[in-house]
């Protein structure tokens, strides 16, 4: 689990909502890496596996106590733009909209009186966003 899906939960989990992970990591996708075995002269090969959302888009589902619909969020560090782009761009998104709300969830350093505090930056999406 990233460090910004683990402040997205705490996050929520203090807003009082309940949440469910949906990212899930497939050790038997992605790029296959191998050697070759010195004795044998074979090739021993591993994929590197990779991180999965639920429809490429969502990390965790939340139902928060004050909503009246489920809401799936993408959680991301630092590159806020490349993730909003990414889910304008997925054929899901509109389709999950007319059911559930969807929310993008970046997580940025600010520094105060010499701390570094991560703070959120919420977008919520509308169908408006694809017209």
């Known amino acids: 689990m990233s460090k910004a899906t683990e402040r997205t939960l705490k996050a929520l989990k ?12 497939n050790a038997h996708a992605g790029a296959l890496q191998f050697r070759i075995d010195p004795l044998t002269q074979r090739r021993i090969g591993k994929r590197t596996g990779v991180r999965m959302d ?15 619909n489920v809401c799936g969020i993408q959680s991301c560090g630092t590159d806020f ?30 520094k105060r009186n010499g701390k570094t ?10 169908l408006v966003d694809w017209t």
């Open 14 to 25: 203090k807003e009082g909502a309940l949440c469910g992970m949906v990212e899930r990591f």
């Open 54 to 68: 639920l429809f490429g888009i969502i990390d965790i589902i939340a139902l928060f106590p004050d909503r009246r």
């Open 81 to 110: 733009a490349a993730h909003k782009k990414k889910m304008l761009e997925n054929a899901y998104a509109p389709i999950w909209l007319r059911y559930a709300d969807l929310e993008l969830w970046g997580w940025r350093p600010l």
């Open 117 to 126: 505090l991560y703070t959120p930056r919420i977008y919520k999406f509308s």
